[in-house]
């Protein structure tokens, strides 16, 4: 179960980085749309001496992209004899790793 919890924990950390990054994709456009509308004033003297500057927001920070997923939750038992992986761990993902202890 713990693997479907790390699952569904990761998905939820994407989810909210895919908002963040549509909020940083709105606000890098506003951004750009007004350097380049500062630019192009700038570059005719005559708007630039009879138009007022244009007013450029501050510069938009990208969110920090998520970690990648680590993989299965492994989980460590010691036990007389090595078994195969049980149907009942591929059905949740785990992976059981067994000791031999002789």
Do not use: H
Not at 26 to 35: E, I, K, Q, S, W
Not at 56 to 85: L, M, Q, V
């Amino acid at each position: 179960m713990a693997i479907i919890n790390s699952i569904a924990a990761k998905k939820a950390e994407f989810t909210t980085y895919e908002g963040e990054k549509t909020t940083y994709n709105g606000l890098a456009t506003t951004y750009n749309d007004a350097m380049t509308l500062e630019t192009a004033r700038a570059a005719d003297f005559f708007k630039a001496m009879f138009e007022a500057p244009t007013v450029i927001p501050s510069r938009p920070c990208p969110s920090s992209i998520p970690a990648a997923y680590a993989g299965i939750d492994i989980e460590w038992t010691s036990a007389t004899a090595i078994t195969a992986w049980s149907d009942a761990n591929k059905k949740i993902g785990k992976a059981v790793l067994l000791e031999n202890s002789n």
